[in-house]
């Protein structure tokens, strides 16, 4: 973060703290936020009962003191709530599993990080030219001599892909979403407010199976959730655990899968919609590959800021923050991933430095892809 971002990270006292409690965490958020020195907040990681954080926020408190937030995967029950609080939010780049990677951070991952954290404008978001999906063990000290093992990228597959579409991403991780369901928080009963958005999903490390994975998209469906996007971008699903050591065949049966699974949910309930792609979207302009982009804070009246959040310590840049903090109130859709790039699903702010929060457990997200992102000014300068 010092060297290559020139930010200056801040950790809170339940960063490194394992079993912090609910109220810890989010004291550490409040103290984030609250703090006009920090401009913006990291998730150093994610956390399975990150749910229970949820009724410990003071919204009120977030709400007055604006700022970024960068988080993914478990981070899903964080991004909800500031989706609804109005708080710019960008899916990805958490910094044990993007800043915290084997030997350096992914080419893709850094470079739109950067983007995200520093250049005005549109950026588009390529196919990653290669992906990882087998991990090696934490604990081991080898693990961190060298870079990962990768595999050569695919591209992006797409689904009726006929036209463009523009809208607020909303979503997450699929298993966090059916926990924020069947908890009743943090979705609204007014489905009409996620009309014309753009449907994040990825699947996590813990790998459901197919059948899962339509039965949650059912249960979205039969709720009214699925009808309301024109669009959906999906991440290429983790095919790999330490539980489940897949062979390179059986990952692919397995990808194939979840990618029907998907696809019969979507032919089911939201047959009309003409846009759904699995495993992000092509950036290139055209009739045959139409792109996603951001959509114009100004068009219709939304909650401030956009949404999405994280997790982890809190940074404070040797940089003046001469800038004023501006935070659009709509962002647009993309995903994050090391297989296919890190973040945006948010959109500008002027920061000057970046906090990082830690949430718990390990979790190995499953990458995605993005499409164009719409990072209109520059977060930090």
């Known amino acids: 973060m010092r060297e290559d971002f020139g930010l200056e990270p801040v950790e809170y006292p339940a960063t490194r703290k394992t079993g912090a409690t609910p109220e810890e965490r989010a004291a550490d ?4 936020f609250a ?15 990150m749910i229970t954080v949820l009724p410990c926020l003071d919204r009120e408190l977030i709400r007055a003191n604006p700022k970024p937030f960068f988080g993914m995967s478990d981070n899903t029950n964080l991004l909800m709530f500031l989706y609804n609080t109005g708080i710019v939010g960008f899916h990805g780049a958490t910094v044990m599993a993007a800043l915290g990677r084997p030997g350096a951070m992914a080419p893709l991952t850094e470079e739109s990080l950067r983007a995200a954290l520093f250049t005005p404008g549109e950026y588009e978001l390529r196919p990653a030219e ?15 001599e060298v870079e990962p093992e990768t595999r050569p990228g695919t591209g992006w597959q797409w689904v009726n892909a006929d036209r463009v579409v523009e809208g607020r991403s909303w979503g997450g991780c699929l298993e966090i979403v059916a926990w924020l369901l069947m908890a009743d928080r943090e979705i609204s009963h007014d489905l009409s407010v996620y009309d014309g958005g753009v449907l994040l999903l990825e699947t996590s490390e813990e790998m459901p199976s197919g059948t899962e994975v339509f039965r949650t998209l059912r249960n979205m469906g039969e709720r009214g959730l699925l009808q309301r996007f024109p669009a959906l971008l999906v991440g290429r699903p983790k095919t790999w655990s330490f539980e489940r050591p897949h062979s390179p065949e059986e990952s692919d049966r397995y990808a194939a899968e979840q990618h029907e699974a998907i696809l019969r949910a979507m032919r089911t309930y939201a047959p009309r919609h003409d846009d759904r792609v699995r495993c992000g979207l092509r950036p290139h302009r055209s009739a045959a590959r139409p792109a996603l982009r ?3 804070p100004r068009r219709r009246p939304r909650p401030a800021h956009h949404r999405h959040l994280l997790t982890g310590a809190t940074a404070r840049s040797p940089r003046s923050a001469s800038a004023p903090h501006r935070a659009h109130r709509r962002g647009c ?3 994050r991933a090391e297989r296919g790039g890190t973040v945006p699903w948010g959109v500008g702010a002027y920061l000057t430095a970046v906090a990082l929060f830690s949430f ?21 300068e």
Not at 35 to 49: L, N, Q, R
């Open 130 to 144: 290669r992906w990882r999906d087998v991990d090696r063990d934490w604990a081991d000290p080898a693990t961190f």
């Open 360 to 380: 718990g457990c390990f979790t190995l997200l499953p990458k995605t892809r993005p499409v164009v992102v719409p990072v209109r000014e520059p977060f930090l």
């Open 333 to 335: 859709s993309r995903r």
């Open 294 to 296: 951001r959509h114009d």
């Open 29 to 32: 958020i409040h103290a984030a």
């Open 35 to 49: 703090d006009p020195t920090v401009k913006a907040v990291m998730a150093s990681i994610g956390g399975d009962d």
